[in-house]
């Protein structure tokens, strides 16, 4: 499964939320520029290559049909920039139609597709799911399909607003577990910084050598209901606090949940905060005309400078490399179009005001190596460990109660090509070096990549 990072795709998602085994590994590949995360997977048979938006904020797999709108219509190619790739459910064997036209789906950024639920083979390196339901779009707005991995109850066809009588149907995650890939509901994710060369999610495990320190565990905010008990339908975690090269601006009563969500390309948070950042930095905010926040490029050659988000005892410190870009891509602005500010070199901040929730999106989850446990409701997380080239994938079991009590490196690791696996057994001290090594014939690595052009002209 290929996952290609695209800066330049002209449908941007805002916010994607709606309204004994082994681990699945898949390696990530990243551009200098930043952006979406784009897999490559096998569906149908014979096997189709097909390409993917990996996002944690949605939780439906679709695809786009090859006789949909947007494929098949030049002058919404003009907009679009054309499609990524498409699947012809009349070439395959295994296809199935499962709900005819129940697919349905509209995200934060008014984008969406519709179409019908199926039931076909989906092979993700070398990785086998059978007919896994996904969606297959016969109309669209997005040049790509998506691969949400959150909550089942996070799926379009649970949304009373668009189906007569909703219903929710086994996630990938979950049929990667009914199907014995993984042992439980849990991944982790690591994009890696803008300049890497690569990165990864891990279904089922989790890589010591991609985080400094130690994991901190944090419970993920449901939604309570009546009887006490909670429902979970998005990875939404609070922060604490909120600064600015370990100046704080927030007070100590601050609470904010904000989601976890790598399908958005930038972080939101709440506007009154914003103002403080903007305030801090000397920036202009001209969200209102032309979408972008303008800080002087000379900040991000600060080495100290950092933005710092809090999580309770955790401190994720995002460098200011990694929040401020060149306007180029979603940032481009005709140079007539911009405001007057007080310096001469111009660049656009990473982070945004926005409505609640508010999401961290990749220019926050770069900087953090974050494990989404379905299972038990949990997210663990610390400071990436930018430019590893070593693993050690650590399976995640089903009898866990809680994420294991992991270590990470030491600072920042040097490069190198040394590679080890090994397995938990105790969730209190799962990365102790005494731990057995697991079937590496049951561990499967699946290649991830990236690109900055628009996808349309990256797949033909």
């Given at each position: 499964m290929n996952i290609v990072k695209d800066r330049d795709q002209t449908s941007k998602f805002r916010r994607r939320g709606l309204l004994p085994r082994a681990s699945i590994t898949e390696t990530l590949a990243n551009n200098a520029t930043g952006g979406d995360y784009i897999a490559t997977a096998k569906v149908g048979t014979p096997a189709q290559t097909v390409t993917f938006l990996i996002d944690t904020g949605s939780s439906d797999v679709w695809m786009l049909a090859a006789s949909s709108d947007l494929c098949t219509t030049p002058s919404l190619q003009l907009q679009t920039g054309g499609c990524s790739s498409t699947f012809d459910e009349k070439k395959s064997t295994t296809y199935k139609l499962a709900v005819e036209g129940a697919f349905d789906i509209t995200y934060a950024d008014k984008s969406g597709a519709k179409g019908d639920y199926i039931n076909d083979t989906f092979s993700i390196g070398g990785a086998t799911i059978k007919a896994l339901e996904m969606g297959l779009a016969y109309t669209s707005t997005s040049s790509t399909g998506v691969m949400g991995i959150g909550y089942s109850l996070n799926e379009a066809s649970d949304d009373s607003r668009?189906?007569?009588?909703?219903?929710?149907?086994?996630?990938?995650?979950?049929?990667?577990?009914?199907?014995?890939?993984?042992?439980?509901?849990?991944?982790?994710?690591?994009?890696?910084?803008?300049?890497?060369?690569?990165?990864?999610?891990?279904?089922?495990?989790?890589?010591?050598?991609?985080?400094?320190?130690?994991?901190?565990?944090?419970?993920?905010?449901?939604?309570?209901?009546?009887?006490?008990?909670?429902?979970?339908?998005?990875?939404?975690?609070?922060?604490?606090?909120?600064?600015?090269?370990?100046?704080?601006?927030?007070?100590?009563?601050?609470?904010?949940?904000?989601?976890?969500?790598?399908?958005?390309?930038?972080?939101?948070?709440?506007?009154?905060?914003?103002?403080?950042?903007?305030?801090?930095?000397?920036?202009?905010?001209?969200?209102?005309?032309?979408?972008?926040?303008?800080?002087?490029?000379?900040?991000?050659?600060?080495?100290?400078?950092?933005?710092?988000?809090?999580?309770?005892?955790?401190?994720?410190?995002?460098?200011?490399?990694?929040?401020?870009?060149?306007?180029?891509g979603i940032f481009a602005v005709p140079a007539s179009y911009l405001p007057t500010v007080p310096f001469k070199s111009v660049c656009a901040l990473g982070i945004q005001g926005g409505e609640a929730p508010y999401i961290l999106g990749d220019t926050f989850l770069r900087s953090a190596y974050v494990v989404y446990d379905l299972n038990n409701n949990l997210i663990g997380i610390a400071q990436t460990n930018f430019g590893s080239t070593k693993t050690n994938v650590v399976e995640l079991q089903a009898s866990a109660t809680s994420i294991p009590n992991l270590s990470g490196v030491t600072g920042s690791s040097s490069p190198s090509t040394s590679t080890s696996t090994s397995t938990s057994t105790n969730t209190k001290n799962a990365g102790a070096p005494t731990i057995p090594g697991f079937d590496v014939r049951r561990l499967v690595v699946l290649g991830l990549w990236a690109g900055f052009a628009v996808l349309g002209g990256l797949f033909v």
């Amino acid at each position: 499964m290929n996952i290609v990072k695209d800066r330049d795709q002209t449908s941007k998602f805002r916010r994607r939320g709606l309204l004994p085994r082994a681990s699945i590994t898949e390696t990530l590949a990243n551009n200098a520029t930043g952006g979406d995360y784009i897999a490559t997977a096998k569906v149908g048979t014979p096997a189709q290559t097909v390409t993917f938006l990996i996002d944690t904020g949605s939780s439906d797999v679709w695809m786009l049909a090859a006789s949909s709108d947007l494929c098949t219509t030049p002058s919404l190619q003009l907009q679009t920039g054309g499609c990524s790739s498409t699947f012809d459910e009349k070439k395959s064997t295994t296809y199935k139609l499962a709900v005819e036209g129940a697919f349905d789906i509209t995200y934060a950024d008014k984008s969406g597709a519709k179409g019908d639920y199926i039931n076909d083979t989906f092979s993700i390196g070398g990785a086998t799911i059978k007919a896994l339901e996904m969606g297959l779009a016969y109309t669209s707005t997005s040049s790509t399909g998506v691969m949400g991995i959150g909550y089942s109850l996070n799926e379009a066809s649970d949304d009373s607003r668009t189906q007569e009588v909703p219903f929710v149907y086994p996630s990938i995650i979950e049929t990667m577990v009914s199907q014995g890939l993984i042992n439980t509901k849990a991944y982790s994710l690591y994009l890696d910084d803008l300049e890497a060369s690569s990165g990864s999610i891990i279904f089922g495990g989790v890589d010591t050598q991609k985080f400094e320190g130690s994991l901190t565990q944090l419970p993920i905010v449901g939604l309570a209901l009546q009887n006490g008990s909670s429902v979970y339908s998005d990875f939404g975690v609070t922060m604490s606090a909120m600064g600015i090269t370990g100046k704080t601006l927030t007070n100590s009563t601050y609470a904010d949940v904000a989601i976890l969500d790598s399908g958005t390309a930038l972080t939101y948070l709440a506007p009154d905060l914003m103002a403080l950042i903007v305030t801090a930095l000397g920036g202009v905010d001209d969200t209102a005309q032309t979408q972008n926040i303008y800080v002087d490029c000379d900040l991000r050659n600060t080495a100290a400078m950092t933005f710092d988000f809090a999580f309770g005892s955790a401190t994720i410190r995002v460098p200011a490399s990694e929040m401020i870009f060149d306007l180029k891509g979603i940032f481009a602005v005709p140079a007539s179009y911009l405001p007057t500010v007080p310096f001469k070199s111009v660049c656009a901040l990473g982070i945004q005001g926005g409505e609640a929730p508010y999401i961290l999106g990749d220019t926050f989850l770069r900087s953090a190596y974050v494990v989404y446990d379905l299972n038990n409701n949990l997210i663990g997380i610390a400071q990436t460990n930018f430019g590893s080239t070593k693993t050690n994938v650590v399976e995640l079991q089903a009898s866990a109660t809680s994420i294991p009590n992991l270590s990470g490196v030491t600072g920042s690791s040097s490069p190198s090509t040394s590679t080890s696996t090994s397995t938990s057994t105790n969730t209190k001290n799962a990365g102790a070096p005494t731990i057995p090594g697991f079937d590496v014939r049951r561990l499967v690595v699946l290649g991830l990549w990236a690109g900055f052009a628009v996808l349309g002209g990256l797949f033909v």
